[in-house]
């Protein structure tokens, strides 16, 4: 979602660091382009405002302007502060202790009851929590309930309602359900609104009055822009918020709502939502996105996903097999479901350092692409598959009937194919130059 503002701000540090002599005159042109992509990415400008004098006042310092790479040294400052704007440090749940309440609140249309699923999720899978409770206590949106109970289901977390109109009851009479159950954590579903209204925060007021809820989490929609500020404010004056989940961060978003709302609120942005599924919920590091926004890469977010999607086994294979070039096509398909695994190819790309000056991180893939080389590799025999050299023009008519594609794409994958072979061979070859990603990288990235 930060690919406008990436992008503008990836040009300017560019530019900066071929500067090769840095002077207040470069660091006010630079500040002005930066205040300009801000402002167009729905950034606050009171935020902006307080981001560009900070940034000013400390890259004008003697450190930077004499230092002998002057470039690097404002280039990193900006990096800093935008990492400070976002969050001076990673910032995580409070689960401190049992059982963990915690309440969501937002307007209507955030994305509140489907982040209910994916924080029990989170909590189940990354916190070890045995047993969590969703309860459904938003009584205005048709068929709310009935969501949060089928989300409850898929996630393996119980679920607690009550078939009356009075959420404030529901959620109260949830957490004194809690003298009899066993239950580590419990996620309160709230309703929303259009905006945000007298009645809607006079309801979780009365329902901070009566619980003590561990944390309270603003979801917010990332693409709110301007507005997100007020959302902030009003919601944090009525119950003081604790943290914010920002959601459809994979739309396209300008970004802004993700600077304003933090500087706004005082309180960390503690996650973001990448998807519609269960699993699509990261937590938020400060740092990682500034490096983002920069076009800087996220290799640390890169290793950690790599080793979420593959095992230790499994990475041990695929660094044999790239060490030796030793890869056929069974191999190069088993590889490209790992790759699914990590997620849309996008986000991967943008996620590499110097992708964005590579042009690789507006690359559009073509997921139907990818189904049908998956289509294509499944049409094969195993000694088709293992001996691709085999493969003549009789068998790529029959593949490709199998497969419902031309037989000129079962020829186009087979050179893709033979590309990758070679170029896992040279990287074999300068094994000691390659990166380490926690235990051997899938190297089947080639198709």
């Known amino acids: 979602m930060f690919e406008n503002i990436s992008g503008k701000l990836y040009d300017i540090m560019r530019r900066i660091r071929g500067a090769g002599v840095i002077s207040e005159k470069n660091i006010d042109e ?33 450190d930077v302007l004499k230092s002998l790479s002057p470039d690097q040294q404002f280039i990193k400052m900006v990096h800093d502060e935008l990492a400070s704007f976002l969050g001076d440090r990673d910032s995580g749940l409070d689960t401190g202790r049992r059982p963990m309440l915690y309440m969501l609140i937002g307007l209507q249309g955030s994305g509140k009851t489907t982040t209910a699923a994916k924080l029990a999720n989170y909590l189940i899978k990354e916190k070890k929590a045995g047993k969590v409770l969703l309860v459904g206590a938003d009584t205005y949106r048709p068929a709310a309930r009935d969501q949060l109970e089928k989300l409850a289901a898929s996630v393996g977390a119980q679920f607690y309602t009550e078939p009356h109109n009075d959420p404030v009851k529901i959620a109260v009479n949830a957490y004194k359900s809690l003298e009899t159950k066993a239950i580590d954590a419990v996620i309160f579903d709230t309703a929303g609104r259009l905006h945000v209204d007298e009645g809607l925060l006079d309801e979780l007021k009365r329902m901070k009055a009566a619980i003590p809820f561990t944390e309270i989490l603003l979801v917010a929609d990332a693409m709110l822009g301007q507005e997100s500020v007020n959302v902030a404010k009003n919601f944090n004056d009525a119950v003081a918020i604790t943290g914010i989940i920002l959601t459809k961060m994979d739309g396209d978003a300008r970004g802004g709502a993700a600077l304003s709302m933090k500087h706004t609120a005082g309180v960390p942005i503690k996650f973001m939502g ?11 590091h400060p740092e990682r996105i500034a490096s983002r926004i920069l076009g800087m890469g996220d290799v640390v977010s890169l290793v950690e996903r790599v080793q979420q999607s593959v095992t230790a086994e499994e990475a041990k294979k695929a660094e044999e097999k790239f060490r030796k070039a030793n890869f056929n096509l069974e191999d190069f398909l088993g590889q490209m479901r790992q790759m699914k695994k990590l997620g849309p190819m996008e986000e991967i790309l943008k996620m590499i350092p110097g992708a964005g000056a ?34 003549d023009a009789s068998r790529r008519e029959r593949i490709a009937k199998g497969s419902g594609v031309r037989p000129e794409r079962i020829s186009k994958l087979l050179k893709q194919f033979n590309q990758a072979k070679k170029m896992m061979k040279s990287f074999g070859k300068k094994r000691h130059n390659m990166p380490n990603f926690g235990g051997g990288f ?6």
């Open 274 to 284: 990448t998807g519609e599924k269960t699993d699509r919920l990261e937590a938020f």
């Open 358 to 391: 590579a042009g690789l991180s507006n690359i559009n893939i073509d997921e139907n692409d990818m189904r049908h080389v998956e289509a294509i590799i499944l049409s094969m025999t195993k000694r088709e598959r293992n001996h691709p050299e085999i493969i």
């Open 30 to 62: 630079a500040l002005k382009e930066i205040r300009m992509s801000l402002l167009e990415a729905d950034v606050s400008y009171k935020v902006v405002k307080s981001f560009i004098e900070t940034v000013k006042k400390r890259s004008l310092g003697e």
């Open 442 to 447: 899938p190297g089947g990235m080639g198709f």
